[in-house]
């Protein structure tokens, strides 16, 4: 297997072959990984600085570790931006995580018409927390040096602002004629993929992401739950691009 992967300070990996891995990071490897003396760990910054490492002390508040090797890992191009439409219950977590395994490098709730959720005052905090805590985790598991940038929840004009400046932003529709599978893909620049609530996109909505530059693509056959349609998307369009080559 490969190393597990822990997030540290990004000055902390580049002033010192030791690094100290304490606080919440760093009791989490040490008392319930139980990673020990002469393993391989991996640490980032979440932002493309990655140290592999050798531990060589563990305690109760964390880990000593030997860096063995730094890299630098460029940012993934093109970049692959879910817009997810805030779905009810557990689902959105749901979505985070599975769109952080596959890749994905930025995800962006979105506050559509026909959320059945509002995130509002301190309840959306929360949630907006949760994601953020979700994306972090996954990326850990899934071994990435760039973790997902969650941002904060956006309505449907600032969502067509974003889709306007994209090299290529997709509405994923039941009705669209071109399946997302056919159409050109960028080699760089953002790829905004637009996954609607479970009462799907609005009328008005299309249109202004339409107006925007946006354009329309059906998955497939079959209808997907709004929590699985962004990840599903996003694996059609990495597997068409280099960073799966």
């Given at each position: 297997m490969?190393a597990?992967?822990f ?11 030791v ?8 009791r989490?490897a ?5 990673i ?5 760990v ?9 140290a592999r490492?050798?531990v060589?002390?563990a ?10 090797e ?11 931006v879910?817009?997810?439409?805030i ?10 995580e ?6 994905v490098?930025?995800?962006l ?7 059945m959720v509002r995130?509002?005052?301190e309840?959306?905090d929360?949630?907006?927390?949760r994601?953020r805590?979700t994306a ?7 071994r990435?040096a760039?973790?997902?940038?969650v941002?904060d929840?956006?309505?449907t ?7 306007g400046t ?8 039941e009705?669209?004629t ?13 790829i905004?993929l ?7 996109v609005?009328?008005?909505?299309l249109?202004q992401?339409s107006?925007?530059g ?6 497939g ?5 709004t929590?699985?349609a962004g990840?599903?998307a ?12």
């Amino acid at each position: 297997m490969t190393a597990p992967v822990f997030l540290a300070d990004a000055a902390a990996l580049r002033a010192s072959d030791v690094v100290v891995l304490d606080g919440d990071e760093g009791r989490h490897a040490a008392v319930v990984r139980r990673i020990t003396p002469g393993e391989t760990v991996e640490l980032t910054d979440g932002a493309g600085q990655l140290a592999r490492c050798v531990v060589v002390a563990a305690s109760k508040q964390g880990l000593t570790c030997e860096v063995r090797e730094r890299v630098d890992v460029p940012e993934p191009r093109p970049r692959v931006v879910v817009a997810q439409a805030i779905p009810k219950g557990d689902r959105g977590e749901t979505a985070v995580e599975t769109l952080t395994e596959v890749g994905v490098d930025e995800i962006l709730p979105w506050s559509a018409q026909r959320c059945m959720v509002r995130w509002t005052g301190e309840r959306g905090d929360k949630a907006l927390r949760r994601w953020r805590s979700t994306a972090r985790e996954a990326g850990k598991q899934a071994r990435r040096a760039w973790l997902p940038v969650v941002g904060d929840a956006v309505p449907t004009a600032a969502l067509a602002s974003r889709a306007g400046t994209a090299a290529l932003a997709v509405v994923l529709h039941e009705e669209a004629t071109e399946p997302l599978g056919a159409l050109d893909l960028p080699a760089d620049g953002d790829i905004v993929l637009v996954v609607g609530p479970e009462g799907g996109v609005a009328p008005d909505e299309l249109a202004q992401l339409s107006a925007a530059g946006a354009v329309a693509a059906r998955l497939g056959p079959t209808v997907l739950r709004t929590s699985t349609a962004g990840t599903v998307a996003a694996g059609v369009v990495l597997a068409r691009t280099a960073r799966w080559a």
